[in-house]
């Protein structure tokens, strides 16, 4: 088959060329991919690597959708069903997966991590990491869903969920996972508030339902957010990290709580505990999402009731730009590859 494979570190480090096919260990199924999307994982997977155990070459990508072509016996799919990967290959059997919380699990070999990945013509996942979908599915969208809308949706919805009637203020719009947060806070019927340095991505937010936005390069966001929400909002999705992390804490109100993913400008922002415990603010960090809020997720975007915005799709083979694309921060929601 065609894969991108990750031979070695930094930009010219990703080749398209043949790659065996995967073989199938008892237990599970191969898909044929039709589409796939770039995250920020990639990179770093591209350019540094440490602290996930690995072994080069390896095929890259963390999300894949498209149809199955070998099914495990036994597991009730079939050949030439429509399906979308779980792209953690959970062990099943530690405290966290019996307790039903996948994204914790102590044995987990997540693909395009630590095994090889959805950049590919095929990929073989443990039969459990495939969800069927419709016949009519838009495979180029479910290809998306994985990393930004499962992600979202935990953040949103996960130790503390957002309520009707709520406010969050989403930092740094343009990402997918940030586009996907907007998207399920309006379904939620939320009030969503956005930061951008970019007034264009602000008004397509806006575009989106978001409530308001501001602009850091030319106004304070915590001044902003407490003018606009009336005193500041319940929840703050950050995964900006430290150059966002002050204004986003006193963005919010008292008793509020921040949820972050990331740390794309820094990990160590100052802790400003006073606040913290002066206004009872609680802070959760939060990645990737379990099975069960999976299977909500999938229901939501079956029904129609949330679309994934695309900024731009590339051919497979074309890997390096989609990467550089998204290394770029002009992307406004997923950079998609399409078989």
Request: proline letters at 4%; glycine letters at 12%.
């Amino acid at each position: 088959m065609k894969a991108a494979v990750l031979e070695r570190r930094g930009i010219d480090g990703v080749t398209w060329r043949d790659f065996p096919d995967p073989v199938p260990a008892p237990g599970e199924s191969v898909l044929k991919v039709a589409a796939s999307s770039v995250n920020r994982v990639d990179l770093y997977m591209r350019d540094n690597g440490n602290g996930i155990t690995h072994v080069l070459p390896q095929v890259m990508g963390v999300e894949a959708a498209g149809e199955i072509v070998e099914a495990a016996p036994g597991t009730g799919l079939k050949p030439g069903m429509k399906a979308v990967l779980f792209s953690e290959a959970y062990c099943g059997r530690c405290r966290y997966c019996q307790a039903g919380d996948q994204p914790l699990c102590e044995n987990v070999k997540i693909m395009g991590e630590h095994r090889h990945g959805g950049f590919a013509d095929y990929i073989a996942m443990p039969s459990t990491c495939f969800f069927p979908l419709p016949e009519d599915a838009d495979l180029l969208a479910a290809g998306t869903l994985m990393t930004g809308h499962l992600t979202a949706w935990r953040m949103l919805f996960g130790k503390r969920a957002l309520q009707p009637g709520e406010s969050v203020l989403i930092v740094g719009i343009g990402g997918g996972v940030a586009v996907a947060c907007l998207q399920l806070a309006k379904i939620m019927g939320a009030r969503v508030f956005v930061t951008s340095s970019s007034d264009e991505k602000i008004a397509r937010a806006k575009a989106l339902g978001a409530d308001g936005g501001v602009n850091y390069r030319h106004d304070r966001v915590s001044a902003a957010v407490q003018e606009m929400s009336g005193g500041g909002v319940d929840m703050v999705i950050d995964s900006v990290g430290e150059a966002s992390w002050g204004e986003s804490l006193r963005s919010l109100r008292r008793g509020g709580r921040l949820v972050t993913c990331g740390a794309t400008t820094g990990s160590n922002p100052p802790a400003d505990l006073q606040r913290v415990f002066i206004r009872q603010l609680e802070i959760y960090g939060s990645t990737g999402g379990s099975v069960s809020e999976f299977r909500q997720m999938l229901d939501v975007f079956n029904r129609g009731l949330v679309k994934p915005v695309i900024d731009s799709s590339f051919a497979m083979a074309e890997v390096g730009s989609a990467l550089a694309r998204l290394a770029s921060g002009a992307q406004f929601g997923k950079v998609s590859l399409v078989a």
